[in-house]
């Protein structure tokens, strides 16, 4: 016979059992079936008249309604990968207000369209968004989330006339110079000391058995004209890093998908697109795979990680 619980072993259990609520249950069989995140991009919104596809003041209510979906389904955290106004400084104070009414905290990434503000609060738009820094990692159970900086290098960035943007501006040129298929005034690039720091939080990840995700705003695969500048870099990283497992991002409203080396490079559609319809996921991190619920544009997927 089952010993039974005495009211302080109950209530215990039942604490943990509401502490735990984001998490999922474990089946039957014992085996952990992960917990849930959620996902959104290029919700880029502004208060202009839409252009072709581009729906600007829907951006709340897109957001909006992903936070809701995302509340029911108590998911750990979310992820929203950058591009949250189109233009101007005073639109991210619309467009940060759903945030107030998320049962999950958001991980913020910064975008292009992020920096379409006057050269004086480019330096402020990280905190405006409430990012501890530009980009930093964080741990959740057995993985590594690794947040970028894919403006690092860029001419939108960063003031004009400073260091950093003719830095940016020069090497735009050399690699259209070069005939790199991304090399737009709309990309950017990692740049020394991100490349660094990257490599060695890949490895230290390894060393403390965590599986690797890859948060951007840019792609580095497939080969196309949104990519990262310098996404033969990066992905050569991933390369020497066996324990990175998938990379995430966004920019490419259109969507895509890819797998090198055995790793899936997923680009989530933007939300800014078509009037009628949104796209976001949750997506459910297992031992061995990842598997995406679309809403929306967006497809489900499922992502095996590679051994």
């Known amino acids: 016979m089952k010993p039974l619980l005495t009211r302080r072993r109950f209530i215990g259990t039942a604490a943990a059992a509401v502490a735990g609520a984001p998490y999922l249950a474990r089946g039957a069989t014992g085996e952990t079936a992960g917990f849930e995140i959620g996902i959104a991009t290029d919700a880029q919104y502004a208060d202009i008249a839409p252009q072709g596809t581009r729906f600007y003041r829907t951006g709340i209510a897109r957001l909006?309604?992903?936070?809701?979906?995302?509340?029911?389904?108590?998911?750990?955290?979310?992820?929203?990968?950058?591009?949250?106004?189109?233009r101007d400084w005073q639109s991210f104070g619309p467009i940060l207000r759903p945030f107030a009414q998320s049962r999950s905290h958001w991980h913020q990434l910064l975008g292009n369209h992020d920096f379409s503000v006057a050269d004086e609060h480019k330096p402020g738009v990280p905190t405006r968004m409430g990012m501890p820094l530009r980009y930093h990692f964080f741990d959740e159970e057995g993985f590594r989330f690794v947040i970028l900086d894919t403006n690092d290098v860029s001419t939108y960035a960063h003031a004009t006339g400073t260091p950093a943007h003719k830095a940016a501006a020069a090497e735009l040129e050399r690699l259209v110079a070069a005939n790199v298929v991304q090399a737009k005034p709309w990309n950017g690039g990692l740049g020394v000391a991100q490349l660094t720091w990257l490599e060695r939080t890949?490895?230290?990840?390894?060393?403390?058995?965590?599986?690797?995700?890859?948060?951007?705003?840019?792609?580095?695969?497939?080969?196309?004209?949104?990519?990262?500048?310098?996404?033969?870099?990066?992905?050569?990283?991933?390369?020497?890093?066996?324990?990175?497992?998938?990379?995430?991002?966004?920019?490419?409203?259109?969507?895509?998908?890819?797998?090198?080396?055995g790793v899936p490079f997923v680009t989530l559609r933007g939300m800014v697109e078509t009037e009628n319809t949104t796209a976001f996921v949750t997506a459910q991190f297992l031992p061995d795979r990842i598997v995406l619920t679309g809403h929306g544009r967006e497809p489900s997927r499922e992502l095996v990680f590679r051994s």
């Open 64 to 86: 909006g309604e992903a936070i809701e979906h995302f509340n029911r389904k108590a998911v750990r955290f979310c992820v929203h990968l950058g591009d949250l106004i189109d």
């Open 202 to 261: 890949c490895g230290n990840a390894a060393a403390a058995g965590r599986k690797v995700i890859l948060l951007a705003h840019h792609p580095v695969a497939p080969a196309e004209q949104h990519n990262l500048w310098n996404a033969d870099q990066v992905l050569a990283i991933v390369s020497r890093h066996r324990n990175v497992v998938a990379w995430f991002n966004g920019h490419n409203h259109a969507g895509h998908y890819a797998v090198v080396d």
